[in-house]
T-cell receptor, first 113, second 114 residues
Framework: QKEVEQDPGPLSVPEGAIVSLNCTYSNSAFQYFMWYRQYSRKGPELLMYTYSSGNKEDGRFTAQVDKSSKYISLFIRDSQPSDSATYLCAMSEGNTGRRALTFGSGTRLQVQP | NAGVMQNPRHLVRRRGQEARLRCSPMKGHSHVYWYRQLPEEGLKFMVY????????ESGMPKERFSAEFPKEGPSILRIQQVVRGDSAAYFC????????????FGPGTRLTVL
């Protein structure tokens, strides 16, 4: 079983739709949770960064962390064709000295104009 | 404000040759991380360095791979005697000092082993 599970998709939605992306994890020591966006043959771009449980909003993006369920989500409102990319969840233990990020395998999103 | 820089962007090596990948962190960042992305697989952690110190190399293959982050100059990931299975995209990330874990990634180096 992978430490972080993420549905690979592809996920195809019409422009303007609300997109929901999710990851589950098994390591209860994870405290820091991130979402990255990666366009084809580019480096990952940090979208959202959250510490512990709770919600965080930034523009059209909302990140949610539920540590009790070991479940994190990213919502994209009013999706645009330019949002078409692979979305990676990532997490780390942080304070324990382990800063390495453990990534999900990525969900490929296609927003149709 | 320049981001994380990696060079070369593309590197072709024949089996048995050495590959050297360079990473310059963002200005003000003193922590560097290397990750590898194999075709159709996710990003895997390799090594975490601060200036002149390897902090965590738990993801580094035991043989042929080494990394350094000298007092002056970029971080170097070195792969000796490359094999076809080393073909991948290698990404470097950097983060500020202290408790901020936010990691910013470079554009990657795509290594092809013939």
């Amino acid at each position: 079983q992978k430490e972080v599970e993420q549905d690979p998709g592809p996920l195809s939605v019409p422009e303007g739709a609300i997109v929901s992306l999710n990851c589950t994890y098994s390591n209860s020591a994870f405290q820091y949770f991130m979402w990255y966006r990666q366009y084809s043959r580019k480096g990952p771009e940090l979208l959202m960064y959250t510490y512990s449980s709770g919600n965080k909003e930034d523009g059209r993006f909302t990140a949610q962390v539920d540590k009790s369920s070991k479940y994190i989500s990213l919502f994209i409102r009013d999706s645009q064709p330019s949002d078409s990319a692979t979305y990676l969840c990532a997490m780390s233990e942080g304070n324990t000295g382990r800063r390495a990020l453990t990534f999900g395998s990525g969900t490929r999103l296609q927003v149709q104009p | 404000n320049a981001g994380v820089m990696q060079n070369p962007r593309h590197l072709v090596r024949r089996r048995g040759q050495e590959a050297r990948l360079r990473c310059s962190p963002m200005k003000g960042h003193s922590h560097v991380y290397w990750y590898r992305q194999l075709p159709e697989e996710g990003l895997k952690f390799m090594v975490y360095l601060q200036k002149e110190n390897i902090i965590d190399e738990s993801g580094m293959p035991k043989e042929r791979f080494s990394a350094e982050f000298p007092k002056e100059g970029p971080s170097i990931l070195r792969i000796q005697q490359v094999v076809r299975g080393d073909s991948a995209a290698y990404f470097c990330a950097s983060s500020p000092s202290g408790r901020d874990d936010t990691q910013y990634f470079g554009p990657g180096t795509r290594l092809t082993v013939l």
